[in-house]
């Protein structure tokens, strides 16, 4: 025999839904949510590789600065050596130069025309210094003291620069004076 099952329906307590519209914005919402997920991970891990590449180089450039920096110190350390050691041969060759440059021809017509008639020179002896300095130094002879003083005043106004009066005497020809003469650059004014 067969027995009958019975339902209860009881549609105004309990009454059936449409649940339909619920689940499908559920899945809906569910579905984005994984998107999301996906995206930001995706992101995220491209994001790591790249601050690790960008932390790798960045760690090379490091090695390769301080690389350079020891280059530079090392480099810097023979340039020092060097200058001391070819500190001399170099002024020499530099006043060598400077003496191929300078106009001696400009220098003795000055020299020339600030020198009184009564006054003559006895010797002259140039001397180079190593910031490109050329002090002359002079010996002359002068019938007396206006004439010097007029030879100074002379060389003043030619244009000679630092002109010292280092030291005077009287013997039998006059007064000799000792005289130094500054020139910066090879020029007289």
Known sequence: MKTIQKI??????????NKRPFYFTLSGLVMFCLAVFFVAGSITLRTGRRIREYRTSIAGTE??????EREEKRLDANVTKAEKEMGESVTMLNS?????????????????????????ITTLNPKFHPDALLEIELNVMTPGLD???LLLQNLKNEGFSRIRLIRESWNESGLMAHIVLSLEDGKTK
């Open 96 to 120: 060598i130069i400077y003496l191929k440059t300078f106009s001696w021809t400009e220098f003795f017509s000055r020299l020339e025309k600030g020198l009184p008639a009564s006054s003559y």
């Open 63 to 68: 090695m390769r600065i301080n690389e350079v």
């Open 147 to 149: 004439e010097l003083l």
């Open 8 to 17: 209860h329906l009881n549609l105004a307590g309990n009454p059936l839904r």
